[in-house]
Nanobody, 123 residues
């Protein structure tokens, strides 16, 4: 079993940056695909970015491409999401997810999910 805990969310102004972290425990996720999703109030959970097990392949949603960067430190069992040039429309609860496949995945069918961290961007 894998437990995922997100941190780093908060209230920022448009144009600011935040760095989210997702710490995994229970077992190593070094061979897992990791992903970030988000869910705004009244909307469905949506894909943000995914990274394969080695970090060599990433896919980003068009809405965050060029502003967000995913990275992973397998030695620390942690995945990061650097978010720059934040916009009010980035406001959402951000969820970390892990998938056993090891391959990039944009769908919601991940094996493990965190509880989420709130990101609020004011205009």
């Amino acid at each position: 079993q894998v437990q995922l805990v997100e941190s780093g969310g908060g209230l920022v102004q448009a144009g600011d940056s935040l760095r989210l972290s997702c710490a995994a425990s229970g077992r190593t996720v070094s061979t897992y695909t990791m992903g970030w999703f988000r869910q705004a109030p009244g909307k469905e959970r949506e894909f943000v970015v995914t990274i394969n097990w080695s970090g060599s392949i990433t896919y980003y949603a068009d809405s965050v491409k060029g502003r967000f960067t995913i990275s992973r430190d397998n030695a620390k069992n942690t995945v990061y999401l650097q978010m720059n040039s934040l916009k009010p429309e980035d406001t959402a609860v951000y969820y970390c997810a892990a998938d056993k496949s090891g391959r990039p995945r944009v769908s919601l069918g991940y094996d493990y999910w965190g509880q989420g961290t709130q990101v609020t961007v004011s205009s």
